[in-house]
């Protein structure tokens, strides 16, 4: 299983390391957690040098914890909300998640690094989030004038 763990996270996860700013509103629910395992998870990850191994520790931590959908809160009508929601995860909060918990040692920097890791400069926007898709420019097909053949 931790292989398939690191598998993921090379799959799916590309961070740029940018400077924080200001904070926007938060939702935060820990589910099962609470800031001392938080510490406590980190402090075990510490114990090795080894990224992969770290990224094994936390992520066999996020074992049995539930999909959820859509859990990040925001969107081009809706402010964006600074969320932190380990009762439920999908493919790129677990891996926010992890990443954040690799690179740190307490919760307050999880919290911290967890805003740079989503939004580029830190800033909580939807239109900063890091895996927001951007939508691509259609091209528009030049039609070709076909030349027609007088026959005489």
Request: hydrophobic content about 40%; glycine content about 2%.
């Amino acid at each position: 299983m931790p292989l398939r763990s690191v598998l993921l996270f090379l799959l799916c996860f590309s961070v740029s390391i940018l400077p924080e700013v200001a904070h926007a509103e938060e939702a935060i629910n820990l589910g099962r957690w609470d800031r001392d395992a938080i510490d406590s998870l980190q402090n075990k990850a510490a114990q090795t040098q080894d990224p992969r191994q770290k990224i094994s520790i936390i992520s066999a931590a996020f074992l049995n914890t539930p999909y959820a959908a859509n859990t990040l809160i925001g969107s081009e009508q809706r402010a964006e909300q600074f969320v932190i929601n380990l009762a439920g995860v999908d493919c790129f909060t677990l891996l926010d998640y992890v990443e954040a918990l690799r690179r740190t040692s307490d919760f307050d920097q999880f919290t911290a690094e967890l805003r740079r890791i989503r939004y580029r400069d830190a800033k909580v926007d939807f239109l900063t989030r890091n895996h927001l898709k951007k939508k691509k420019k259609k091209k528009k097909k030049k039609k070709k004038k076909k030349k027609r053949r007088r026959s005489n």
